[in-house]
Each structure stands twice: as C-alpha cells, then as structure tokens.
C-alpha cells in the first residue's frame, strides 16, 4: 500500500522559531510537493522537487524553503515562523509525468499553529 | 501563474439527483484535467482524469471537457450522502526549463447531498 508520512501531526509553534516539516514516501516517487491549505484559499504550492537535490518553487514559497537530500524525504523549512504561516500543510509524491495520470499521493497533513 | 476557478458553495443536492460540479482554468495550453475528492479531515484522492474534449464517464462519474470555451465539469449522478465532500478541479503545470510537472488546484466546492 503506497504511504507518504508525515512526521507531525499537530505542532504549535512561537513567532520566529525555525520549523521543520518532515514527509517520506515509500513508492520510490521522483516527484514530492509541499502544499498549503487555507479555508477559502484552497491547496497552495509552496514548492516542489523532482530528483535529489532539486528543487523548483511555486505559487507561495516566500518564507519557506525545502531540502531533498534522499529520493524518499522533502523537508519543508520555515526559517522563522510567522503567524501568517498556521496553515495545515500536505505532503504528496507522484511519479514523473504527472500530467499524463494526474495522481498525486497526499500524506495525512501536519496542522502548524505558530503564536 | 495559471487560475482555476471553481464555486466553492456549499452545493446541495437532494439524494438520488445529479450533481454539477464545475470549473474554469486560464491557461489555454492547458491539456491535462483532474478532480480530486476531499472528505472533510481527510486528503484529497484522484477520482477522475480526462485529456480530450467530451465526455469522461467510471461508474457514477462523469467529467467533461471543452478546451474551447476553458471549462471542465464533474457531474455525480444518482448523489448518495457519502458523496458528501469538497471536489477539487486540478490542471497541470509544467515547470521552468521542463525540470517536472506539477499541478494547480481551484478552491474547491462543497458538495453536500441531503438524504
């Protein structure tokens, strides 16, 4: 059964601490992805990779950064939360040509609250 | 940046009639359209993928595509309460320098469906 994990769940964090997002996939997936999701903003990319050590913005990555130093791990980086950043935040992984199947596998989530 | 514009609702349809999911996108290069579904706590799952203009039909489902006037629609029919959720309009995107591809997602509708 394909898993992507995310290492929290849940995390509360104060204004101008650094947070680290942990996502691994066990489908040997070239492609990972750090979404955001906002009530009535919908799913937003932050930034996603497709090969080790790669990486390639997108929609919102101001305040945010990645690293993929293994195929199976992208950590999304929050150099110094800001309120603005308590979202929930979703992982996914797909192989390449996702235009062709479309299928991204989300993991759980991990619900950021920073204070 | 490409746009996709969905009604975010809430939509309600009574049990055992059609609902009318629907979906504007920007970019006319556009050639890859998805939707996902979303259970409310949940991540959101791939349901249906269509590539050419008409009509997509799996079980219940069906997605239509007229790349013409830029508008795809996912119409459920005989609507059980279990359809209850939010469903995702997603295209594709391709990145700078063709490094990989990605995908943006409307805001989603809220479909309910009332027993």
């Known amino acids: 059964d394909v898993k992507v994990t995310q290492s929290s769940r849940y995390l509360v964090k104060r204004t101008g601490e650094k947070v680290f997002l942990e996502c691994v996939q066990d489908m040997d997936h070239e492609n990972m992805f750090w979404y955001r999701q906002d009530p009535g903003l919908g799913l937003r990319l932050i930034y996603f990779s497709y090969d080790v050590k790669m990486k390639e913005k997108g929609d919102i990555p101001e305040g945010y950064s990645v690293s993929r130093e293994k195929k199976e791990r992208f950590s999304l980086i929050l150099e110094s939360a800001s309120t603005n950043q308590t979202s929930m935040y979703l992982c996914?992984?797909?192989?390449?040509?996702?235009?062709?199947?479309?299928?991204?596998?989300f993991g759980e989530g991990s619900r950021l609250t920073v204070l | 940046q490409k746009e996709v514009e969905q009604n975010s609702g809430p939509l309600s349809v009574p049990e055992g009639a059609i609902a009318s999911l629907n979906c504007t996108y920007s970019?006319?290069?556009?050639?890859?359209f998805f939707w996902y579904r979303q259970y409310s706590g949940k991540s959101p799952e791939l349901i249906m993928s269509i590539y050419s203009n008409g009509d997509k039909e799996d079980g219940r489902f069906t997605a239509q595509l007229n790349k013409a006037s830029q508008y795809v629609s996912l119409l459920i029919r005989d609507s059980q309460p279990s359809d209850s959720a939010t469903y995702l309009c997603?295209?594709?995107?391709?990145?700078?320098?063709?490094?990989?591809?990605?995908?943006?997602f409307g805001k989603g509708t809220h479909l309910i469906i009332q027993p």
């Open positions: 996914a992984s797909s192989f390449p040509g996702l235009a062709i199947t479309g299928e991204l596998f």
């Open positions: 997603a295209v594709n995107i391709d990145a700078p320098g063709g490094g990989a591809d990605g995908l943006t």
């Open positions: 970019d006319r290069v556009s050639q890859s």
